[in-house]
């Protein structure tokens, strides 16, 4: 028996309406990314969208990378943590179209992920600030503006790593795609 | 041997090439020259091999007998392997595998530009979001190649001497293919006519700034990843690749 079974009433499917759906995106907001625990899977913008259907949830997410190995995980947490809360065998699929971008990171999900020590995404992807060339990245620790990269890729495929010339000390930069 | 569909071996093409070239990536593991350069291409690696499965997923709708992702890339015999001959050469010195690296993002980097605008909305979805990633791959191994052409003497000759190594097998990344062309009458990808062109003019705007000279266009050999003929260097590269899979068929934890 599953988590949500015991505390539900809706093992056969029922018709669901607005309160269910707004309860599903309050549950979502709980459901961290498990690489940086600070920010949500709303925060991060990969729920693409929330609807009922057959009688049970359904959440539609996006990858945020082609390869990442988070992404598994993440749609096991959502389905626990909303049948934790009560959705009897809510339904999780992936959508790839339109492709994810860091632009659907929320303000929310910036100020996490700075206080985190992370610095977020600067500029838009529009501006295909991907060819052009290294963003002025300001150190999330100090602030400063002096700051120089140092590899291309950071800890996981979604950062870069960068050092502060100010406080010297290096940082994790979440790329803009 | 099975030659399936037009279709379903453009998508072999394109998955097998990201899969080989992610499995070159990972031998560097805990031997590249520097820990930012093996985060670097494990990141590549793990994109790539993200691609492929998305690749393969929709090769294994359309083979349609049970078939899926995992079995084509664990259980299937070199000759039906349909990646480029350059991805499976063997890795070298740092040289040769940016040499690899930047010939083939190239490649992609034009190919999945073109694909953006497939009639077939999958390949689309699949390729806008590659792209993303491979803009970002080829950022980086063309600055490779001009750091280390226009770097030290012993840089720049050890890049023309993997360009020697590797430029022969990019024959298969300049000529014109019927089953493509096929493809694209039928609406179900665009022309890939300029591909070939559009590949060259980026191995001579990084080149040139690389000072580095491009050699004589390629010939076509008997070897070909469209037939299967594959150089030796596949064979073992899958012989470790697929032990697990074939000493302990459907393994999993």
Known sequence: MRAGELITTDLQGRSGDETDIQRAYSVLEEVMDPEVPVVSVMDLGIVRDVDWADGHLHVVVTPTYSGCPATEYIETAIREALQGAGFAFPKVSQRLDPAWTTDWITGQGRERLKAYGIAPPVGSSDKRSLVSGVAQVTCPHCGGDETEQLSEFGSTACKALYRCKSCLEPFDYFKCI | ?253
């Open chain 2, 1 to 253: 041997m099975t030659k399936y569909d037009d279709l379903t071996e453009f998508l072999l093409r394109l998955g097998d090439s990201a899969l080989v070239h992610a499995q070159r990536l990972c031998e560097w593991t805990g031997r590249a020259p520097a820990l930012e350069e093996e985060m670097g291409m494990m990141n590549v690696g793990l994109d790539l091999v993200g691609q492929a499965r998305n690749w393969y997923e929709y090769a294994a709708e359309r083979i349609g007998d049970g078939t899926d992702a995992d079995t084509l890339a664990f259980r299937r015999d070199e000759r039906a392997f349909r990646n480029l001959l350059l991805v499976e050469q063997p890795n070298g010195d740092f040289a040769v595998t940016m040499t690899k690296q930047f010939f083939y993002d190239a490649w992609q980097y034009h190919l999945l530009t073109a694909l953006q605008h497939s009639g077939d909305e999958r390949i689309a979805a699949i390729a806008t979001k590659s792209l993303k990633e491979v803009t970002y791959h080829l950022r980086r191994s063309s600055q490779w190649i001009e750091r280390l052409g226009d770097g030290t003497d012993e840089s720049h000759q050890r890049m023309e001497k993997a360009i020697d190594t590797v430029w022969r097998f990019t024959f298969e990344m300049v000529e014109a293919n019927d089953s493509e062309s096929a493809l694209a009458s039928s609406g179900v990808i665009p022309s890939l006519a300029d591909l070939p062109e559009q590949w060259l003019a980026t191995v001579n705007d990084v080149f040139r700034n690389a000072t580095l000279t491009v050699p004589d266009a390629p010939s076509t050999f008997y070897l070909s990843a469209r037939t299967g003929m594959h150089t030796e260097h596949l064979g073992i590269l899958l012989a470790e690749m697929q032990f697990l899979q074939r000493a302990y068929p459907d393994a999993s934890w």
